[in-house]
């Protein structure tokens, strides 16, 4: 198991870009939950932001690609507009033990 970071070190609403051995990560806090996605947009493989930590919109209810503007849900990865709409963000299997977002599997390969 790898632990990403630590709970607190993610606030509550707002998202933070993680990189683990040259794998880019965005880690999303919501509603007290952890949720952690591959950075990487399913419409043509970039990263999600353009400025560090930047993945919300500004209503923060959404992750926003911020090349084409696609939204996904931040539970599950879905997106809900734009040009890869009903494709989802790959999700990297995580779990909280002591305080720590621990990655339990495998980490998918991102969008090319």
Known sequence: MTILCSVDSIDENSAKGIDINGQQLVA??????????VNSCPHIGIMLEFLPDQFLDLDKQYIQCAN???LF???TGKCVAGPCNGQSLKTVPVEISNDQVVITGDIP???E
């Open 68 to 70: 084409h503007g696609a």
């Open 28 to 37: 999303v806090k919501k509603d007290s939950r952890i949720h952690v996605y």
């Open 109 to 111: 390969e991102r969008y």
């Open 73 to 75: 849900e931040i539970h």
